[in-house]
């Protein structure tokens, strides 16, 4: 039966170390002495490492590259996110990107295949893959009181270890316009039978707007995001837009990874103006645009501090989200009736970016800003506020409450398939 691999190296490993002890060993006295094959042991004896401490041809990263992917996935379970396999992949190839630059007489940087993520995390067993799933309504509503507890305290704890105040103290997040969609309006009318109409544009065209609140009652000037491939004249020389506000395109209307470290740069630069200590505390949802492995290092660089909220739980402790956004998508809606009632045949983007500055100049009110932080118990920080509201918290405060059991389900057919078996079911 044929040695393994294992034996046969421990016996090479033994050979070695009679040989470099010697200034000029025999080799093949050593050979015969431990049995092993003489090519392989000159090998050795000349510095050559064995097959399996080789890194392979076709690898693509060094292990110093890889360490840096692994300190990403771990900054990432710091701020209170996870990594998803795609993230892995594109984290690798702009490290390959910074280490082959290329132009138009080279050609393109390599890239890592849709395999190297298996073995790259077998080569790292200290991460694990887990399948994050999908909560159906019922579920997503149902939260676990101590894991938001869990988040309020860590929270609280970036905030005194690092002497964060809160006008340093800022909340991110991103809404979307239906560009000439509004919405449903009252009327006071003598014939309650009448049947009112009003115009409404045809476009349907999708805008983000990229939002910053700080817990202050302060607004940053927002990225608005637009359709398309190139910028257009019209959209600065016919609007009244602040000129500090980011314009941006994207063929979808939707951010990205290159957006995204745009914003963070326009973020940085803003609100860098007003700081107060050394230190700023960024809340934020945690998408793929935002965790990418240049936006976690120009935050590092600029002391951000980045932290992530808990999964679904956005219309909990998203100050934007519980709050703002609301008057926001009001407000907007308001200046599209406006502009159908005196005569507006088209609510397009050049429409909507003049109203735009009324828009957010109505729904960002300092006390609007300030009630969501309050609200969602950060600002003065009180977790009681949100916990309260989860039925599960409410329940284990008071155990001995008689539950209401839940209602019997009675059994039914199984739905018919065609004519006849519903016949037959009759």
Avoid at 76 to 87: F, H, Y
Avoid at 138 to 146: L, W
Avoid at 152 to 180: A, M, P, S, V, W
Avoid at 365 to 378: D, E, Q, R
Wanted: charged fraction near 25%; include cysteine; hydrophobic fraction near 35%.
């Amino acid at each position: 039966m044929p040695e393994n691999y294992t034996e046969i190296e421990d016996r090479i490993q033994l050979a070695c170390e009679k040989i470099f002890e010697i200034d000029k060993p025999n080799i093949a006295a050593t050979v015969r002495e431990f049995g092993v094959s003489e090519s392989r042991l000159r090998a050795r004896w000349k510095g050559r490492p064995a097959k399996s401490e080789r890194i392979p041809v076709n690898r693509r990263l060094t292990d110093d590259e890889e360490l840096v992917v692994c300190l990403y996935l771990k900054r990432l379970d710091e701020i209170g996110t996870s990594a998803r396999l795609p993230m892995i992949a594109n984290c690798a190839n702009t490290i390959l990107r910074a280490s082959h630059p290329s132009d138009e007489s080279t050609s393109p940087p390599p890239t890592v295949s849709s395999a190297w993520i298996s073995r790259f995390l077998e080569r790292h067993p200290e991460f694990h893959i887990r399948k994050q799933k999908t909560l159906d309504r019922d579920r997503k509503n149902s939260h676990n009181p101590s894991t938001i507890l869990d988040w309020f305290e860590h929270c609280q704890g970036l905030c005194e270890e690092n002497g964060l105040q809160k006008e340093d103290i800022y909340n991110f997040d991103e809404t979307g316009f239906r560009i000439g969609v509004g919405k449903d309006q009252w009327i006071g009318t003598l014939d309650p039978a009448r049947q009112s109409y009003i115009g409404s544009s045809t476009n349907r065209e999708l805008v983000t707007s990229c939002e910053v609140i700080s817990g202050d009652g302060h607004v940053l000037t927002p990225m608005v995001i637009l359709p398309g491939m190139l910028h257009l004249e019209d959209w600065a020389t016919k609007t009244d837009l602040d000129d500090h506000v980011l314009l941006a395109v994207s063929e979808t209307g939707y951010s990205n990874d290159h957006l995204g470290l745009k914003w963070l740069h326009h973020f940085d630069q803003f609100s860098a103006l007003r700081q107060v200590g050394v230190h700023r505390l960024l809340l934020l949802d945690g998408p793929v645009s935002h965790c990418t492995r240049e936006f976690i290092t120009f935050c590092d660089e600029r002391n951000i501090i980045l932290f992530c909220l808990p999964p679904h739980t956005t219309h909990l402790i998203q100050p934007l989200t519980v709050v703002v956004f609301q008057p926001l998508k009001h407000f907007h809606a308001e200046a599209i009736d406006r502009a159908t009632r005196t005569g507006c045949s088209e609510f397009n983007k050049i429409e909507f970016l003049s109203a735009l500055t009324s828009i957010r100049d109505q729904a960002f009110k300092k006390t609007t800003i300030l009630s969501p932080f309050w609200k969602t118990g950060l600002i003065p920080y009180d977790s009681e506020i949100v916990l309260s509201r989860l039925p599960e918290y409410n329940i284990l405060e008071d155990p001995l409450e008689p539950r209401t059991p839940p209602p019997t389900v009675l059994p039914c057919l199984s739905t018919p398939l065609t004519v006849r078996s519903l016949k037959r079911q009759a």
